[in-house]
T-cell receptor
Framework: SAVISQKPSRDICQRGTSLTIQCQVD?????MFWYRQQPGQSLTLIAT?????????ESGFVIDKFPISRPNLTFSTLTVSNMSPEDSSIYLC????????????FGEGSRLTVL | AQSVTQLDSQVPVFEEAPVELRCNYS??????LFWYVQYPNQGLQLLLK??????LVESINGFEAEFNKSQTSFHLRKPSVHISDTAEYFC????????????FGTGTRLAVRP
C-alpha cells in the first residue's frame, strides 16, 4: 500500500493569485495523477505527472494554468495559477503502485476556495 | 478511450429496501472497475473493486457488484440499505493499458429515507 500526504488540506485564496499543492508518497510509485472535483460534480482528470518530464494534460487543461512538477518517484506538485472563483474545487492526488495492477491510492484532497 | 455512464443521478429508497446503482462502461480493452463512496463533506473511499478473477465482488458493509463483460456493466447492489448508506456513489474504470488512469462516472446520489 501507499500512504499519501497532500498539502495544504484546505485554503482560501484571492482572485489572481497562485497556489501550489504538494503530494508526497511514502513509497516509490509508477503513476501519479491530479484530479479536480468541482462542487457537486464528479472527478475530472487534469493531468498525469511524469517523472523527469512534462506532464500529460487532458483535454481542456493546459500547462500555463496548471503547471505540474514531478522531480522523483515519490513527490509531485500542482500549481493552480491566476485563480478565479471557478477554480474553487477539491484537488486530489491519486497514485498507483510500482506495477500497473489497478491498485490505486488517494490523497485526502486539497479544498480550495477562491474569493 | 474509456468512459463511464451512471444513468441515475439520484436514487431515493426506503430504509431496509434493496437498491441497485447502475454503471456501464465503454472500453475496447480489458479494464479494472471500481465503486467509490463519498459521504457528505468527506473524501472518496474505495467501496469495492474488480481487478480479475471472480466477477462478483463484495464490500465489508454489504454492498456487492458484478462485472458483466458482455453487457459492459458493473452494477452495485445491496439487499437492505441503512440510513447511513446515504452518500454519493461513483463508478470508475481504468484500462489495463492506460497506466491505471481512472475515469469516473458522474455519480449517483443514494438517499435513504426512514
Amino acid at each position: 500500500s501507499a500512504v499519501i500526504s497532500q498539502k495544504p488540506s484546505r485554503d482560501i485564496c484571492q482572485r489572481g493569485t497562485s497556489l501550489t499543492i504538494q503530494c508526497q508518497v511514502d513509497s516509490q510509485v509508477t503513476m501519479m495523477f491530479w484530479y479536480r472535483q468541482q462542487p457537486g460534480q464528479s472527478l475530472t482528470l487534469i493531468a498525469t505527472a511524469n517523472q523527469g518530464s512534462e506532464a500529460t494534460y487532458e483535454s481542456g487543461f493546459v500547462i500555463d494554468k496548471f503547471p505540474i512538477s514531478r522531480p522523483n518517484l515519490t513527490f509531485s506538485t500542482l500549481t493552480v495559477s491566476n485563480m478565479s472563483p471557478e477554480d474553487s474545487s477539491i484537488y486530489l492526488c491519486i497514485v498507483s503502485g510500482r506495477q500497473e495492477t489497478g491498485e490505486l491510492f488517494f490523497g485526502e484532497g486539497s479544498r480550495l476556495t477562491v474569493l | 478511450a474509456q468512459s463511464v455512464t451512471q444513468l441515475d443521478s439520484q436514487v431515493p429508497v426506503f430504509e431496509e429496501a434493496p437498491v441497485e446503482l447502475r454503471c456501464n462502461y465503454s472500453s475496447s480493452v480489458s479494464v479494472y472497475l471500481f465503486w467509490y463512496v463519498q459521504y457528505p463533506n468527506q473524501g472518496l473511499q474505495l467501496l469495492l473493486k474488480y481487478l480479475s478473477g471472480s466477477t462478483l465482488v463484495e464490500s465489508i458493509n454489504g454492498f456487492e457488484a458484478e462485472f458483466n463483460k458482455s453487457q459492459t456493466s458493473f452494477h452495485l447492489r445491496k439487499p437492505s440499505v441503512h440510513i447511513s448508506d446515504t452518500a454519493e456513489y461513483f463508478c470508475a474504470v481504468s484500462e489495463k493499458s492506460s497506466g491505471d488512469k481512472l475515469t469516473f462516472g458522474t455519480g449517483t446520489r443514494l438517499a435513504v429515507r426512514p
